[in-house]
């Protein structure tokens, strides 16, 4: 399984984006999809998330601002980002659920390579 990440960039204050991750692969179920972004030096942290539920999770930093949303039929996921502040500022990962077995119960966690958001003042 691969997870495909792109749409990162640099933008202004108050500018928006789109980040998309596509996962490729073996796949028979994905339990969710998420985001999570890291700066140099700090923790990984929980951007947004969502699950095949469709229980979505946003960190408190972002709500009201990113928007996630997905594509089961082609697995993909969005996070569309507006209001960008230069704290938003880091590279984010796309992360999914995925059992890439055709029984059994267990789900394994796959990760993207990452890009990089710069919010300039």
């Known amino acids: 399984v691969q997870l495909q990440a792109s749409g990162g960039g640099l933008v202004q204050a108050g500018g928006s984006l789109r980040l998309s991750c596509r996962a490729s692969g073996i796949i028979f179920s994905v339990r969710g999809m998420g985001w999570y972004r890291q700066v140099s030096g700090r923790q990984r942290e929980l951007v947004a998330d969502?699950?095949?539920?469709?229980?979505?999770n946003y960190a408190n930093s972002v709500k009201g601002r990113f928007t996630i949303s997905g594509d089961n039929a082609s697995n993909t996921v969005f996070l569309q980002m507006n209001s960008l502040k230069p704290e938003d500022t880091a590279v984010y990962y796309c992360n999914a659920g995925i059992r890439t077995r055709s029984s059994g119960i267990y789900y394994d966690d796959f990760w993207g390579q990452g890009t990089l958001v710069t919010v300039s003042s």
């Open positions: 969502m699950s095949s539920d469709g229980t979505i």
